[in-house]
C-alpha cells in the first residue's frame, strides 16, 4: 500500500543537516558567548566557519556534538530536534558524526592503527572487515610507517592527522572538524582539505572551524564568520 504524502515526507530525509533557531549561548564568565544564532546546513553542504580566537567556534561544535545545551534556542540534528533526544539515545546519535577535536582525545592505549578503526569497532566490524581501508586512510593522512606506534610517540601533527583518519574513518554524515589543519604544513593542510572534499562529494555535511583564513578562500566552500557572538555567511 502506497504511502500517504505525509506520511513518506515524515520518513524521507531531512534536506538540512543542521539548523539552529534563535540559539544562545554561554558560560559564568562569557554569557553571551553565541547570541540569537540562526544557521542551516543543508544536507551535503560544505562550510568553513572562521572568527578570531575566543570568537565561539569551539563552543558552538561543542552545542553540535551534544557536550553543551543552548541556553536559548532549538538545535536541529539529521531533522530531528537535540533537546529532544534522550541521554541514552545519544551515542548512536553522535555516531552519526566525525569529530575531529583540537586536543584529539585519542586513547593512548591503542595504537595509530586501532585508534583509526575504532569508529568501525564500534560498529561491530572486525579486524577483516575494515584492515585495508584503515591502512588506505594511513596512507593518506602519511601515518602509514606508524600504524604500530602508540599515541605518545607521535609529534602533535601526527596526531592531528590520526585524529582526523579516526574521524572520517566510518564516512559519517556530519563532520566536524575544530582547528583540524592547525599543526601541520601547508602541503599536509592541502592534502587533508581533499580529503574533506572527497568525502564531501560522497554526501557527507562538512563544518571546518579553522582561523586559516586563506585556506578558505582555495577551498571554495562557503564561508561563515562567526563575530560578536553572531554568525555571517559570504560566498566564496
Known amino acids: 500500500m502506497p504511502l500517504s504524502p505525509r506520511r513518506a515526507a515524515e520518513l524521507a530525509p531531512s534536506p538540512e543537516t543542521v539548523r539552529l533557531s534563535a540559539v544562545g549561548f554561554g558560560y559564568a564568565e562569557s554569557p553571551d558567548v553565541l547570541r540569537d544564532v ?16 575566543g570568537a565561539g567556534k569551539s563552543s558552538l561544535l561543542r552545542l553540535l556534538t551534544l557536550a553543551e545545551r ?3 534556542g532549538r538545535i536541529d540534528l539529521f531533522g530531528e530536534d537535540v533537546g529532544a533526544v534522550s541521554r541514552g539515545a545519544r551515542p548512536a546519535f553522535r555516531r ?3 569529530v575531529v577535536f583540537q586536543d584529539f582525545r585519542l586513547l593512548d592505549h591503542l595504537s595509530v592503527f586501532d585508534n583509526a ?3 568501525l569497532r564500534v560498529r561491530g566490524q572486525t579486524p577483516a572487515d575494515y584492515a585495508d581501508d584503515v591502512e588506505e586512510m594511513l596512507a ?10 602508540l599515541p605518545s610517540a607521535l609529534s602533535g601533527g601526527e596526531k592531528q592527522r590520526l585524529a582526523i583518519a579516526r574521524a572520517v574513518m566510518a564516512k559519517p554524515e556530519l563532520i566536524l ?7 601541520v604544513d601547508a602541503a599536509m593542510a592541502e592534502r587533508l582539505l581533499k580529503l574533506f572534499q572527497a568525502l564531501n ?8 572551524a579553522s582561523h586559516d583564513e586563506d585556506l ?16 555571517s555567511g559570504a560566498t566564496a
Open 70 to 72: 543552548p541556553q536559548t
Open 38 to 53: 540562526n544557521l542551516i546546513l543543508p544536507r551535503g553542504s560544505f562550510h568553513f566557519l572562521t572568527g578570531a580566537s
Open 177 to 183: 572538524a575544530d582547528e583540524p589543519t592547525g599543526s
Open 201 to 208: 562529494r560522497l554526501g557527507a555535511t562538512v563544518l571546518i
Open 140 to 149: 593518506w593522512v602519511g601515518l602509514a610507517d606508524r600504524a604500530g606506534a
Open 216 to 231: 578558505a578562500k582555495r577551498s571554495g566552500a562557503r564561508r561563515l564568520r562567526l563575530k560578536d557572538g553572531r554568525i
Open 117 to 119: 578503526a575504532l569508529p
Open 96 to 98: 552519526r558524526m566525525g
